[in-house]
Nanobody, 115 residues
């Protein structure tokens, strides 16, 4: 199983970016998919998760600004990030908990928000 993330980049504060992450390989079914982020010197932080049933959960710092969604037919998860702040700057990683396979991570995509 592989996760391929894309969509990061440089944006000014207040701007928007949309991240995508597609899972491929031998996938029976996906339990949940999510996004995490990490800045140098700090632990990886959970940002948002969406379950197979569509339930979404967000860390408080992104509520009302970020929206996670998924296309189950394409095994793809998205993160729409609006009203970006400099403190959102990080490497963003996608994650998938795949039934009968395990927990998988994407390669990370850099998001930089300038003030």
């Amino acid at each position: 199983v592989q996760l391929q993330a894309s969509g990061g980049g440089l944006v000014q504060a207040g701007g928007s970016l949309r991240l995508s992450c597609a899972a491929s390989g031998r996938i029976f079914s996906i339990n949940s998919m999510g996004w995490y982020r990490q800045v140098p010197g700090k632990q990886r932080e959970w940002v948002a998760i969406i379950t197979s049933g569509g339930t979404t959960t967000y860390v408080d710092s992104v509520k009302g600004r970020f929206t996670i969604s998924r296309d189950s037919a394409k095994n793809t998860v998205y993160l729409q990030m609006n009203s970006l702040k400099p403190e959102d700057t990080a490497v963003y990683y996608c994650n998938a908990l795949i039934n009968r396979a395990g927990n998988f991570w994407g390669q990370g995509t850099q998001v930089t928000v300038s003030s």
